[in-house]
């Protein structure tokens, strides 16, 4: 089963424009992460959120956690061609260990 | 670190054949993770091991696969005998345990399957 549900499932802009990704999920975890992949290639981590923190900051990365609504939001501000890929949450389901990704968001950043 | 080494990146074999992935973790890594990639299905965990013991293969689909990992540097994910529906891309995945401070998982390029 997949712990995490991102939304939407696709998502176009042009370049400059910012990117909203969203991700709901079911159980209670100790912490979530976000990832990228780029076609054909594997998963690069993003950025880690634990459950105790509300908003974390990478370079133009924002992610935001609402543990009381089991969801999680990445933004990517300033878009870049660069940053077409699709993007991914995993969560923990609190064990600690095991990674559970949801279907991921497709972003097509438009030159 | 080479980062986690998959082989080999493509394997094209026949219906009924055996097939072996291997997968290579970064150095110092107890956990170790396989993962299967559809269109229709997403990413799903197959199995994942600790300190080389398997904990969690309710995802393997079906006797036909199996998984091991006989050292800290090496694991393989076997299909036996092969069908086209096991046609996917499989990643392999390492990421070290400190304690309850989670860390990220790393991820090879994959090895593409296709079953004819």
């Known amino acids: 089963s997949q712990q995490g549900e991102e939304d939407p499932q696709a998502l176009s802009i042009q370049e400059g424009e910012n990117a909203t990704m969203n991700c709901s999920y079911k159980?209670?975890?100790?912490?979530l992460q976000w990832y990228r992949q780029n076609s054909g290639r594997g998963l690069v981590h993003l950025i880690l959120?634990?459950?105790?923190?509300r908003e974390k900051h990478s370079g133009r990365l924002r992610v935001t956690l609402d543990t009381s609504k089991k969801s999680s939001s990445l933004l990517i501000t300033a878009s870049r061609a660069a940053d077409t890929a699709s993007y991914f949450c995993?969560?923990?389901?609190?064990?600690?260990?095991?990674?559970?990704f949801g279907p991921g968001t497709r972003l097509s950043v438009l030159p | 670190d080479a980062g986690v080494i998959q082989s080999p990146r493509h394997e094209v074999t026949e219906m009924g054949q055996e097939v072996t992935l291997r997968c290579k973790p970064i150095?110092?890594?107890?956990?170790l993770f396989w993962y299967r990639q559809t269109m229709m299905r997403g990413l799903e965990l197959l199995i994942y091991?600790?300190?080389?013991?398997?904990?969690?293969d309710s995802g393997m689909p079906e006797d036909r696969f199996s998984a091991k990992m006989p050292n800290a540097s090496f694991s393989t994910l076997k299909i036996q005998p092969s069908e086209p529906r096991d046609s996917a891309v499989y990643f392999c995945?390492?990421?070290?345990?400190?304690?309850?401070?989670?860390?990220?998982?790393?991820f090879g390029q994959g090895t593409r399957l296709t079953v004819v």
């Open positions: 959120i634990r459950s105790n923190e």
């Open positions: 995993a969560t923990d389901e609190g064990y600690g260990q095991n990674f559970v």
């Open positions: 995945a390492s990421s070290s345990d400190r304690g309850y401070m989670n860390t990220e998982a790393f």
């Open positions: 150095s110092g890594h107890d956990y």
């Open positions: 159980t209670s975890i100790n912490n």
């Open positions: 091991f600790n300190n080389n013991v398997p904990i969690d």
